[in-house]
């Protein structure tokens, strides 16, 4: 028998504290997983008359990797939830189960924690489940012609050969969201603009991994948030009206806003909105004869009300994960 990625899976729990085992809840669309145990070592340097090293010695373990996800309705949800930390119900007429309810997703506030999770990477049969494992960094990626995508960079405090418990597993959506329905506004969800061809965006939790004690373990004690970092980048083809916009706000160092919405026909819906962004870097090069694009960075700042950055999740309808 041999052991192929295209019979390999991903389970996932929400831990209810780092590193206690979770409960696996959700099947993941992953298209690469590199989740390992790492270790970091010491070399013996005891002079023993003898040329050689005498023992290798384990210092710090952990584990870490990356997941890259398609961008699947429940699942998206569920990657910006664990990157950001903090999700509320919401209802706005008010009336229980009505069906307009949803789930917002903001990032944690001074005193909250970024949840923790226990992922079991199947490989082709052969189980490894990883414990206190949270997202350092949340990479969403949006162009013609693709399915949108989100990687997460990982860091947790161990492996464990063997199979988890699973529960009842939310199983993955019939489709992804298609590049056809990823919707850009360059507002609150008012302005379209039709003149974007791809987006990328990161959000950069900037987590301690080096909290290790003198605990008999060898093993992390926290994944601490550190400072939130919040950047991206735009792919703009080159018309006037992008000159007097965009560009203007660029050289003129004003405010914009950026509003992302992948919504299916069937209802499945998820929405991005950053109210507040600056644009560091807009170029508009002319590399041969094909048209031109301002290739633009931008960096989310913190607006004078609100959260610097807000998701919804219209699949969830309950404000938890």
């Known amino acids: 028998m041999s052991y192929t990625g295209a019979k390999s899976s991903v389970l996932l729990g929400i831990e209810s504290s780092f590193a206690t085992e979770a409960t696996l809840k959700y099947k993941l669309p992953f298209k ?18 003898i040329r050689g090293t005498k ?26 939830y664990l990157a950001l930390g903090k ?9 229980a189960d009505s069906g307009d309810e949803y789930t917002k997703i903001t990032p944690i506030d001074l005193n909250s924690d ?7 990477v199947d490989h082709s049969g052969q189980k490894m489940k990883y414990l206190g494992m949270k997202v350092n960094s949340l990479k969403f990626s949006g162009a013609v012609g693709s399915i949108p995508s989100i990687s997460l960079d990982l860091v947790g405090k161990e492996e464990v050969v063997g199979a988890g418990t699973e529960g009842t ?16 506004y360059t507002d609150d969800f008012q302005t379209t603009t039709d003149l974007y061809s791809s987006i990328e965006l990161n959000i950069g939790n900037n987590l301690d991994a080096d909290d290790y004690r003198l605990d008999g373990t060898g093993k992390r004690k926290t994944l601490e948030a550190g400072n939130l970092e919040i950047t991206g980048s735009l792919d703009i083809i080159f018309d006037a009206s992008v000159v007097s916009g965009e560009y203007s706000k660029f050289k003129n160092f004003q405010d914009g806003a950026i509003g992302i919405k992948l919504e299916k026909a069937t209802g499945e819906k998820l929405t991005i909105y950053l109210p507040r962004i600056n644009f560091s870097e807009m170029t508009h090069d002319i590399g041969g004869a094909e ?10 700042l913190i607006p004078d009300t609100g959260d610097v950055i807000e998701v919804s999740d219209y699949q969830n309808t309950t404000g938890t994960y």
């Open 169 to 184: 597993i939310v199983d993955v959506d019939d489709q992804p969201f298609f590049f056809k329905e990823l919707t850009l």
């Open 55 to 80: 023992s290798l010695a384990p210092t710090k373990e952990g584990a870490e990797g990356s997941l890259e996800l398609e961008a699947y309705p429940t699942s998206a949800g569920l990657a910006f």
């Open 87 to 95: 999700a509320a119900l919401v209802d706005p007429d008010g009336t």
């Open 291 to 300: 048209k031109i694009m301002f290739k633009a960075n931008f960096t989310a």
């Open 32 to 49: 690469s997983e590199s989740l390992n145990h790492k270790i970091e070592t010491a070399k013996s340097e005891a002079l023993l008359g």
């Open 114 to 120: 970024i949840p923790s999770a226990t992922v079991q």
